[in-house]
């Protein structure tokens, strides 16, 4: 929802804690995901990411979310899809040069990352070009996946 977009960037510190919580709670439940196998359980887990993400952020179900190091701001949401920092057009006051109705994701992302006080989600961080493979997948269990993998492979216990 656009309305919401403006809101979940100025709210950007809680609502990263809160993820930071869930996120623990869904590598905690790793194994259970893997016995019931996670490509069953994409299509449940990207329907209810699209309805909240979707309200909160006005995300756009990329599948590959980035918004924990663009202040909560969707970049998908830019007409551009720029990802990594902002065109030139952005217009004096914040406004998109494509769709001047709306304020330019990457003015949001700044406002949001200024919320962020910590160092853990850098607005610099370069990102990857898009993975179309992966729209409309749930990026949180695929976060989830990977970081469990990690975890693993580090040898320590989910
Ligand atoms: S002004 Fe911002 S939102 Fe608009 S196209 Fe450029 S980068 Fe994207």
Redesign the pocket.
């Known amino acids: 929802m656009y309305r919401m977009r403006s809101w979940s960037v100025r709210n950007a510190r809680w609502l990263k804690k809160l993820y930071a919580g869930f996120e623990r709670v869904l590598l905690w439940l790793d194994p259970l995901f893997r016995r019931i196998g996670y490509k069953r359980l994409d299509a449940p887990f990207a329907a209810i990411e699209k309805v909240t993400k979707g309200f909160l952020l006005d995300s756009q179900n990329c599948g590959q979310c980035i918004v924990g190091f663009t202040g909560l701001s969707c970049p998908m ?4 899809k ?1 990802r990594n920092g ?2 030139g ?2 217009s004096g006051d914040g406004r ?4 001047p109705e ?1 304020t ?4 949001l992302a700044w406002e949001g990352n200024k919320q962020i006080t910590n160092d853990d989600y850098p607005l610099q961080v370069v990102q990857p070009p898009v993975d179309h493979r992966l729209i409309g997948k749930s990026a949180w269990l695929r976060e989830v996946r990977l970081k469990a993998d990690e975890l693993a492979s580090d040898g320590h216990a989910v």
Do not use: L, Q, R
């Not at 330019?104 to 003015?107: D, G, I, L, S, Y």
């Open positions: 949401n830019c007409p551009k720029m902002p065109c057009g952005v998109c040069e494509v769709d709306m330019c994701v990457w003015v």
